[in-house]
């Protein structure tokens, strides 16, 4: 890999050339297309190879049992997906198994092996063979003179955290960083360090994920979250799903589609590819279906709009709607938008001057396609829009979520049961996070009353996000970063400059479970502090402790860990976080060694603090835990008129230029954004190959490229600089004309971080403006 115009900061010399992220394949690449349906038998398969290589056979089933058990037991990791309210089913899916498993694999990282390895030398290892080493164990610290890692004592390490942090010229100087995994207690305590220490600086994995729809539903509902819930999602008569590889990202969502097809509910896939749940299913924890091969259809509808081309197609219902009111008093729900909403005249004139021939071009889809998804909506009485990273990681994230919204509008899809957008979040507490305080945007209201109940106080500037963080890194100006779980090194945009961004720090501090690249890409010091992952019992003065976490549609509700640690020499995360701040803040007076002895202390707190916490200790020790009031849901809005407000923004152009294609980065069945299981991607065909690029067969004849012939991938940055990948294998796939699709974090290396959308700050990593050219 290589960028015509190099990035600040140079490279370093022990960079691989490009990122080697899989493992090593263990035969040739190959692409037979997938017939089957989703879960089912081969997800138990490989369920089982991964049980018997993480030497898990033993234990592995047994806390598998345990999970997403109602407050008995540890909230699944894998995703954010609700809990089965029911009961009914053993709530569990292959990729969840997969990331408990990987969680409490029985291979370990310690003293010999950092002993045995440079940290150069691993700069040679792939990703894959840097985590599969198993868990981290003991606290090391980053030995320049023999380029090892070396033993240190907590103590000491917390020390160095502390003398660095004080030291800062200015608290800004300082980042610190979190993936959504952070319990709520852990997270309340981190922030409440941050801004005690006096910094808003707090980037997050959302800044690369749900930042827009957040903003969006903020904007268009003054709530910026979800309005519903699984029990709408089992009463919905409609549901439209965007923008989200279910079978392999949220797979306990095949369970609510088959559900939904068996009622007789609608389920409309807009995706540019054709997703193993957008087919059929057998419900993965459903045994009698499993034993008979009985599969369920989870798909009413497929739409393959081209990247980017969602708004138009959104835009194309909401004036079929408006069309089809003319004649059917029905069609659009006057009383509601009367009632409850803003702006709608303003919309209408735009959906009506808006010509179906360029909602056309823009979506990529037929208006008879378009009309088809609209008439679906039209009929029915009670709609859901449900959304991921296809929607969110475009310049136009904010633009194409609220009309989404916009469209549940016109029918009153809002405040009622069955109805309302429902965004999949990523990692599983990643919503927690935010509501607790990782915002580098901090909202006064949620200052004031921090202030007041912690007595600090927090600075009111806001704070830098992922993308800014890595620009004031280039300048020189972060001194200090902390990794509150994560691998931002590999998780981030443009690869070596990110790289070379980190490495201009004077301290890189990563809070981990498991080795990964972000230890070896580092500061001038730096420290490897292991925690407790989620499944493990967590010990503190005053008994075992649980922690809380929210899911996708705002329930709150305990986890508890039931295995013994990895190691005796791990701290919880609640722990790590009071042992930098004590020593960052010698002269606290936030109690932080008494917050740890017992975390309902924390919780306590955390009720006076932060909006619809209130009686939280109780509340949260409920079968299921309780819901976040959402004031959408109950038709409250908390924006500046009071009503849901209609947004009336242009389509964006989306249709790449002549000879260019627009690329949307993604993960493979086998992975866990960094973290890579297998270079297998089941339910798209592909074994032993990630470096590849599936592509329209139209476009790879055009261009003289072959049947898995070897390409090379150029990206146009918005600055007009390039970054290029070679030698990837080009896939023939149902994709539209005009777009590609490969894998994250690979294609990392293409994405510019200049290119972040002007609406969320996001990085654009689904519409990256590639030219593909046979190898040379
Ligand atoms: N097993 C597993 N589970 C996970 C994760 C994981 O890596 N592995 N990651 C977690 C995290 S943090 C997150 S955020 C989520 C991510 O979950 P997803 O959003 O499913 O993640 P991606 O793989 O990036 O895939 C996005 C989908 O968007 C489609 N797409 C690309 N461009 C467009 C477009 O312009 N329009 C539309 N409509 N679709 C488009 C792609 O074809 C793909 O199906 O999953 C979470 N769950
Ligand atoms: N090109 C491209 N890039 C992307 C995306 C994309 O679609 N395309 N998606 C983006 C998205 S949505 C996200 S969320 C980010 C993901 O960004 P991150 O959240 O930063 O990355 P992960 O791969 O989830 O982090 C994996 C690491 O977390 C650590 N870990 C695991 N469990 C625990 C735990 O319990 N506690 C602690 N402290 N650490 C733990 C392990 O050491 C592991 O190596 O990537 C983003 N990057
Ligand atoms: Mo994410």
Redesign the pocket.
Known sequence: MSTDQEAPGGRDAQDPLEPRVGPTPEGDPEFHPYHHPAAGWGAAKSVTNFLVREGALVDGPRAIMRMNHENTGFDC?GCAWPDDTKGLHLDICENGIKHVTW?MTRKRVGREFFAAHSVSELAEWTDYDL?NEGRLTEPMVYDPESDHYVPITWKDAFDVVGRALRGLDDPDQASFYT????GNEATFLYQLMARELGTNNLPD?SN??HEASGRALQDSLGTGKGTVDLKDWETADALFIFGVNAASNAPRMLTALAEAHHRGAQIVHVNPLVEAAATRTIVPHDFTDMALFKTTKTSTLNLQPRIGGDMALIRGMAKAVLERSATDPKALDEEFVDRHTSGFDEYRALCEGTPWEEIELQSGLSRADILKAAQVYGEADRSIVSWC?GLT?HEHGVDTVREIVNLLLLRGNLGREGAGPSPVR??SN?QGNRTCGIDHRPSDAFLDRLAEVCGIEPPREHGLDTVRTIEAMQRGEIKVFVG?????A????DTPLTYAALRTCDLTVQ????L?RSHIVHGAQALILP?L??TEKDHQRKGVQSTSVEDSMSMVHLSVGMKRPASSQLLS?PAIVAGMARAALPDSATPWEWYIEDYDRIRDTMAKALDGFEDFNRRVRLPLGFRIKQPARELVFLTPSGRAEFSSAPLPDVVPEPGMLALG???SHDQ????IYSDNDRYRGIKNLRTLVFMNRADMRERGIDDMGPVDITSTAKDGSRRHLNGYLAIPYDIPRGCAAGY??E??VL?ALVDYSTQSDQ?I??HVKVTIEPAA
């Not at 509150?484 to 931002?488: E, I, L």
């Not at 590999?490 to 945009?493: I, K, N, Q, S, V």
């Not at 809070?511 to 498991?514: I, W």
């Open positions: 990791p969680e985590e993936s959504g995994r952070l994995c690369m994920c990273l990681q990523g990692h990643v509150m779980g994560g691998n931002f590999l998780a981030a945009p809070v981990s479970t498991k990964n925690c992952g989620r995360e980065t993604m993960r866990w954004n960094t973290t994250m974090p294609m990392n994405c990085p990593m689904k």
